[in-house]
């Protein structure tokens, strides 16, 4: 009976503790988000919309809820975007934009470096077509109307030539070329870049696990184009490898586990949160993607038949084709 007591005694007091030290965390969390608010409550009517505002240190459970709230408020997250970077560019009128947005380029890569660069000049851009005086700027436009004539022209008689099943991926070597030539010896230019790899395996069962979890992510995120599949190995910040397959769609890339059916290991990740692409000027197959967050994946193709083929450059011109069209 006694050592019944004790347990009993001592069973109270473990419930007591855990009891305390719930409600002690919710008291941190609460007393956190009140500071929070207090600290946040007129942003929107300061001028920097809260920018200079400083954090307080959240409790261990909520780093990653302030986390994306930091990113929400100062940067951005997919889907969302920047909060303080709408309500900034907001006050900025439609015709101004394009400027501000080059002033902030220059500004990037002369401030520090040049005293001088026009910052509180209007930027023009064609000012040969906006000359005062009348005549040239006559000449100019008239000009300037024959090579748009001209160009379109040269371009779409080569366009012509080339039949339309092949387009997309002379239009994706083109890419390629533009960011590999001279910089890496052999790209692939001369091999056909078929884009879904793995779909079209001649692994017949491997290509049949492939399609049915491509079917259930269609049907689950509704992306409309595979633009690129292949298997890879994948290394995390130890240093350590994995087998896994990669699928880039028009709208999220995918990690895919080959073990598992092709299973997506986790949601995808949206095209637009993609910051840049990094590549070796080897002949290795390796790529870095590079994400908003830091989370960074760093790649390499594997299993490529025939041994001779280049998958990186067309991983690479699929992936800056989509970073333009979210730019």
Known sequence: MWRGGLARMRARRMRAIYAIMGRYRVYKMRSFLVDLLDRFYNVRNMADYGRGVE??????????FVTQLRKAHNGWVPNMGSWWARHIIAQIPERDRKEVRLKSIAYGHLHGNRKDWGL?????GNYLGLSEDIQKAKLFNNSLNSLVAQDSWWARHIIAQ??????KE???????????HG?????????RWRGNYLGMSEDI???KLFNNSLNSLVAQDRFKEVLFSAHVKKVNHHNKSSDRAVLVTDKFLYKLDPKKGYKAMKQGTPLAQMTGVSVTPGQDQLIAVHLAGGNDLVLCVTAIMPRQDQRVPELLAVLCDAYKRYD
């Open 120 to 124: 509180n000049q209007r930027w023009r």
């Open 183 to 191: 910089n890496r010896k052999d790209w692939g230019l001369n091999q």
């Open 55 to 64: 954090w307080p240190q959240p409790p261990a459970v909520l780093e990653e």
């Open 162 to 167: 080339i039949p339309e099943r092949d387009r």
């Open 170 to 180: 002379v239009r994706l070597k083109s890419i390629a070329y533009g960011h590999l």
């Open 205 to 207: 069962q491997k290509a």
